[in-house]
């Protein structure tokens, strides 16, 4: 895909993700219901709306590609591990974040080829700011103004910045950051995590706890872009779309290349 292509694509995903964004917020702002799935996770209006949105403008914007969100009917993703390039959507993830009240929820949006995440936007529309990313491109951080900055992974620090989830702390991780070492702890919602290392705000989000492929994808494909590695604890990199189930392996997202980050896994 030609750098041309790329940013034509980067510009029509910041418009499907603001309209979104928009929608979402039409919601927030006001008092909805709450449903909860089979797996006990919360939906809401704004989850349901903001897919239809990304939805129909994706089939609009690329007719030939398949649209995979967390909203998706079975039916809509029957022959989905026949897909060689799709888009992969979380239309708001973060909903635990957006019932609280705490603005760290997100629209995310990723093109899927071949496996990998290769393209991808993510919109906090209550925050302001979105990060976008294509690879071999580069990746940018842009602001409520319309101010696009390029963003950089950062060298580790002696003590490293860690972000970890506001909502899902475990023991695995609690086990890891004190094999670590001294280190800085932030905690975030939503995929986030991954655009503050990508920006090089963080050191490494160590995600040792269940997460799905739609919340992973479009920040992995940022944090990619800005020269970050994400990969499983055996050192292979994150993968879409591969097997029968959408659940992530455990994975390291982080930006020092230099850095034995999975020396804290083996307990070395």
Known sequence: MSMGVQQRLLEKLRE?????????????????????KDDNSPLTEADRTSHEIIRDRLATLTPA????????SPEEI????????????????GTKEFLKRNDEFTVNIA????NRATLGIVLAPALGISYEGALGLGAWRR?????????????????????SSRSHPNKSLADYLKTLGPHELKTMGSSLKICLVADGQADIYPRLGPTSEWDTAAAQAIL??????MMDLFGRPLRYNTKEDLLNPHFLAFGDRGRDWLRAVRGD
Not at 16 to 36: H, L, N, P, Q, S
Not at 65 to 72: A, H, K, N, W
Not at 224 to 229: F, L, T
Request: charged share 30%.
């Open 143 to 163: 602001s409520a103004d319309g101010l696009s900055t390029p963003v950089r992974v950062s060298t580790a620090r002696p003590k490293p910045r860690v972000v």
């Open 78 to 93: 029957r022959d989905r591990t026949d897909w060689g390039c799709f888009w992969l959507v979380d239309p708001l993830d």
């Open 16 to 36: 499907i993700a603001a309209t979104a964004g928009k929608a979402i917020m039409a919601v927030y702002e006001r008092d909805f219901t709450v449903e909860f």
């Open 224 to 229: 990619e872009s800005a020269g970050g590695v």
């Open 65 to 72: 590609l398949p649209v995979l969100s967390e909203e998706s």
């Open 111 to 114: 093109l899927i080829k071949r």
